[in-house]
Nanobody
Framework: QVQLVESGGGLVQAGGSLRLSCAAS??????????MGWFRQAPGKGREFVAT????????YYTDSVKGRFTISKNNAKNTVYLQMNSLKPEDTAVYYCATQSRVGSLFTDYDDWGQGTQVTVSS
C-alpha cells in the first residue's frame, strides 16, 4: 500500500556529502505509525541496516559504521525522511533503500514497505 520514492543518490568523492530523501504516500498513514529507516545493499552483500527514526518520539538509531557521519531526520508534514551523509567513504557505496515500519517490531529488521533504492557511489 505504501509507496516510497527515494532521491538524492549520486557519485561523490571520498570525504564528500550527499543528502538522501524518501517521500512516503499511501492510504491510512500506516507508513508513519512506528518508524522510517534507511538500509543499504552493496554488490554481493545482503541488505544492511543504516539508520532509523521513530515517528512518534523522534528517537534515532544508527549502525556503528555510520555513527558520527550520518544523520537521519524527518518532516512529519511531508511524510518524508532524510539521510544526511557526511565524510563518505568508499565502503559506503551501495544502493540505499528507505523503508517504513507500519506495525510493531524490531526497528532494525522488521519493515513492511520498501522503496526502489537510489545508488550512492563513493570514489577513492
Amino acid at each position: 500500500q505504501v509507496q516510497l520514492v527515494e532521491s538524492g543518490g549520486g557519485l561523490v568523492q571520498a570525504g564528500g556529502s550527499l543528502r538522501l530523501s524518501c517521500a512516503a504516500s499511501g492510504p491510512g498513514r500506516t507508513f508513519s505509525r512506528y518508524a522510517m529507516g534507511w538500509f543499504r545493499q552493496a554488490p554481493g552483500k545482503g541488505r544492511e541496516f543504516v539508520a532509523t527514526v521513530r515517528w512518534t518520539t523522534g528517537n534515532t538509531y544508527y549502525t556503528d559504521s555510520v555513527k558520527g557521519r550520518f544523520t537521519i531526520s524527518k518532516n512529519n508534514a511531508k511524510n518524508t525522511v532524510y539521510l544526511q551523509m557526511n565524510s563518505l567513504k568508499p565502503e559506503d557505496t551501495a544502493v540505499y533503500y528507505c523503508a517504513t515500519q507500519s506495525r510493531v517490531g524490531s526497528l532494525f529488521t522488521d519493515y513492511d514497505d520498501w522503496g526502489q533504492g537510489t545508488q550512492v557511489t563513493v570514489s577513492s
